[in-house]
C-alpha cells in the first residue's frame, strides 16, 4: 500500500462515516417528527457507533504502523507537511513567541535582552534584513508572513520527500 493509497482510504472512509452518520440522523430526525416522543431515536447509539468505528480505524493504523515502520514514518512526514503547508500558524506562533522570549517585543526590541544585544552588535539596521522581518515579526507586522511564508515552504518541502520516498519505494518493489 502505497502513500497515495493510505490517504486515500483515510479521505474515503472519512466520508464515508461522515455521509452515514449524517444520513443516519437525518432520517431519524424525520422519523422522529412523525413519531411519539417516547419512540425518539437512541442518541448514545450514534455516539457509540462513531466511537466504535474510530477505536477499530486506530487499531487498524496502529498495526499497519508496526508492520510497516517505513511507510507509517512517510505518511507521518506527509502528514505533518501537508498541516504546516494548510496551517502555517501551527509552525509561525511558537516562533513568533520564541522571538518575544528573545526580546523582539510588540514596541519593538527590549532592553538586555538577546535582541538588543544582536541590535548593538550589528549597529544599523536595514529594512530588508533579517534582524529587521524578525523585528517586524514580534511586532506583528509583514515578519509574521514571512515566517509564514517560510514554514509553508518546508511544510512543503516535507511533503515533497515524502511523495518523492513513497513513489521510489513503490517504484523498487
Known amino acids: ?31 422522529r417528527n412523525r413519531l411519539s416522543k417516547s419512540m425518539a431515536p437512541n442518541w448514545t447509539g450514534y455516539f457509540r457507533h462513531g466511537w466504535d468505528v474510530a477505536s477499530q ?7 499497519s504502523a508496526k508492520n510497516n515502520p517505513a511507510k507509517a514514518g512517510i505518511i507521518a512526514l506527509g502528514t ?21 522570549w528573545a ?10 535582552t538577546t535582541a538588543a544585544s544582536a ?5 544599523n539596521v536595514v529594512a530588508p534584513s533579517l534582524f529587521a522581518t524578525l523585528t517586524s515579526a514580534g511586532a506583528g507586522g509583514y515578519g509574521i508572513a514571512a515566517i509564514s ?11 515533497g520527500i ?9 517504484v523498487k518493489q
Open 80 to 100: 505533518s507537511g501537508l498541516t504546516i503547508v494548510a496551517m502555517p500558524a501551527v509552525v509561525a506562533t511558537p516562533v513568533i513567541g520564541a522571538l518575544h
Open 1 to 31: 500500500m502505497t502513500f497515495h493509497d493510505t490517504n486515500s482510504i483515510a479521505l474515503v472512509f472519512f466520508v464515508y462515516t461522515f455521509s452515514r452518520s449524517t444520513f443516519d440522523i437525518s432520517t431519524s430526525l424525520a422519523t
Open 149 to 159: 511564508g517560510a514554514a509553508q515552504w518546508v511544510g512543503g518541502t516535507m511533503l
Open 57 to 63: 480505524s486506530i487499531s487498524v493504523a496502529l498495526e
Open 162 to 170: 515524502a511523495t518523492a520516498t513513497s513513489t521510489w519505494m513503490t
Open 119 to 123: 541590535q548593538a552588535t550589528i549597529g
Open 103 to 112: 526580546g523582539f517585543g510588540v514596541g519593538g526590541i527590549i532592553g538586555g
